[in-house]
């Protein structure tokens, strides 16, 4: 199976609409789910200034830094990545990426095909309550 892509763009482009205090500036692209597989692979795009959601959940993933550069953050630590690096989330690990720059930072991320929920969390790593 190919995936033909062009710009970071493989297909159709899901962007979420900001919601601060979660994530701003946010785009994902599921690439691939192939039939028989246990993963899928999919593309996001954090705009500059933008942050994913700080979050825990039970699956791990891998995900490997494509064009930019941003900061990822894993239980309370704070970490500069840039293309061509890559990142491993344990299971049950905080974590959260950002956009600090002025370019788009992107990143393939590897996942199992069905997963649980994250768990959003606040600033010092708890559940939120709303």
């Not at 899901?14 to 028989?36: H, I, K, Y």
């Not at 999919?42 to 550069?69: C, D, K, W």
Request: net charge negative; glycine share 8%; with cysteine.
């Amino acid at each position: 199976m190919i995936q033909k892509g062009d710009d970071f763009k493989w297909g159709a482009v899901e962007t979420f609409d900001d919601a601060p205090g979660s994530w701003v500036g946010l785009t994902r692209q599921v690439l691939m789910r192939p039939n028989g597989t246990k993963f899928e692979t999919r593309f996001f795009e954090i705009a500059p200034s933008g942050y994913t959601t700080f979050e825990r959940h039970q699956h791990e993933h891998n995900m490997i830094v494509l064009r930019g550069r941003g900061k990822v953050r894993i239980h309370d630590e704070w970490l500069t990545v840039e293309a061509p690096d890559a990142i491993y989330v344990p299971a049950y690990a905080p974590h959260q990426l950002k956009n600090e720059g002025t370019e788009p930072f992107g990143y393939l991320c590897v996942v199992d095909k069905e997963r649980d929920q994250p768990v959003l969390l606040d600033s010092e790593g708890l559940p939120r309550t709303s």
